[in-house]
Structures are given as C-alpha cells and as structure tokens.
C-alpha cells in the first residue's frame, strides 16, 4: 500500500472530524468501515508526521512566533522520545538538519576551516553512507560549482591587478 497517501488521508480525516465537518451520515458510514489494526495506525501516525515535515520544508523547531511550528516541533519531540520513528526517518530528520546548517553557512563546507570542519565531516560521513537524497545531492553540487566559480573569479581578479601593478611599473620586474 501506499503509506504516504494512506497517511495524508487520514490526518485529513483527522482534521475534518476534529473541526465537525462531517455530517452524522458520513460519521455513520465511517463507522461502517473496517479500520486498520493499532501497529498500522502507528505506523501510519509517523508517516502522517514525516509527510508533514516534509511539506513544512524543514525540521520544526519550538519557537515564539509560528504556533503551527511549535505544535509540529513538539509531535516530533514526543514521537522521538517514544522511539516511534524508524532508523530511515531519523536519519532523514539528521540530513534535513545537516542541509539546513550547509544552507545556513551559505556556502560547501570546508575542512580546512576549524569552524566548518565538523559541519563538513558530518557531510563527508552522510555521503559515504548514502544517507543524501537526490535533490539534496544535486542542492551540494549546485554549491560546490559556485564555490569553483567564485574562486576562478578570485583568481582572474588577482592576475588582473598583478597586471595592472606591472603596466604601472613599466617593465617585467
């Protein structure tokens, strides 16, 4: 079955019979219905929670402003500190956060920097592993041919004003 379908639906089944949306006969009909077992529905709980995430676009953090962030942010906490997610879904929270930081930074992390050096090992562990997904792989290659192109840029700018410094002087020194 398609769980992330499956659990789209049922967190708007969810909303609609919170908010009364349904009329007595649909709540009948539902009741009618053949309902999956608790393990399912446990599962189908966390993939309600990960798709969620994933529409957010990012790890909800506890925050003052955004209360939609916060409710999100405690589920999340709750379903962790109940071992609820599986090993794939924890480690697909670690990479949204991973990319999240590389994104903060701005640019490809780099080793030689001790304030990036962890931050780029992290990655380095992630991508030996293959924990990255395709778009996040494709998101650090954009980085990485920035990172190239702004060097090369440096580089033509500094040949250019050594140039410059020799049509000054007059002569090859």
Same mark, same amino acid.
């Given at each position: 079955?398609?769980?992330?379908? #499956?659990?789209?639906?049922?967190?708007?089944? $969810?909303?609609?019979?919170?908010?009364?949306?349904?009329?007595?006969?649909?709540?009948?009909?539902?009741?009618?219905m053949p309902s999956i077992s608790?393990?399912?529905?446990?599962?189908?709980?966390? #993939?309600?929670?990960?798709?969620?995430?994933r529409a957010f676009g990012r790890c909800p953090?506890? !925050?003052?402003?955004?209360?939609?962030?916060?409710?999100?942010?405690?589920?999340?906490? $709750? *379903?962790?500190?109940?071992?609820?997610?599986?090993?794939?879904?924890?480690?697909?929270?670690?990479? $949204?956060?991973?990319?999240? !930081?590389?994104?903060?930074?701005? $640019? *490809?992390?780099?080793?030689?920097?001790?304030?990036?050096?962890?931050?780029?090992?992290?990655?380095?562990?992630?991508?030996?592993?293959?924990?990255?997904?395709?778009?996040?792989?494709?998101?650090?290659?954009?980085?990485?041919?920035?990172?190239?192109?702004?060097?090369?840029?440096?580089?033509?700018?500094?040949?250019?004003?050594?140039?410059?410094?020799?049509?000054?002087?007059?002569?090859?020194?």
């Amino acid at each position: 079955p398609n769980w992330t379908k #499956e659990a789209s639906l049922a967190l708007r089944l $969810h909303r609609a019979k919170a908010s009364e949306a349904l009329s007595a006969s649909q709540l009948a009909e539902l009741e009618a219905m053949p309902s999956i077992s608790k393990r399912v529905t446990g599962a189908c709980a966390t #993939e309600i929670l990960m798709t969620e995430i994933r529409a957010f676009g990012r790890c909800p953090k506890r !925050q003052q402003v955004d209360m939609k962030e916060n409710a999100l942010a405690e589920r999340l906490r $709750h *379903f962790k500190r109940k071992k609820l997610l599986s090993a794939s879904q924890l480690a697909e929270l670690r990479m $949204h956060n991973l990319m999240e !930081q590389i994104r903060a930074l701005g $640019h *490809f992390p780099r080793k030689t920097l001790k304030a990036e050096w962890a931050l780029s090992m992290r990655l380095y562990r992630a991508k030996r592993r293959c924990l990255l997904s395709e778009s996040q792989l494709a998101e650090l290659a954009e980085l990485a041919a920035e990172r190239c192109l702004a060097a090369s840029r440096d580089a033509a700018k500094r040949t250019e004003t050594l140039m410059d410094e020799i049509r000054a002087l007059g002569y090859i020194p």
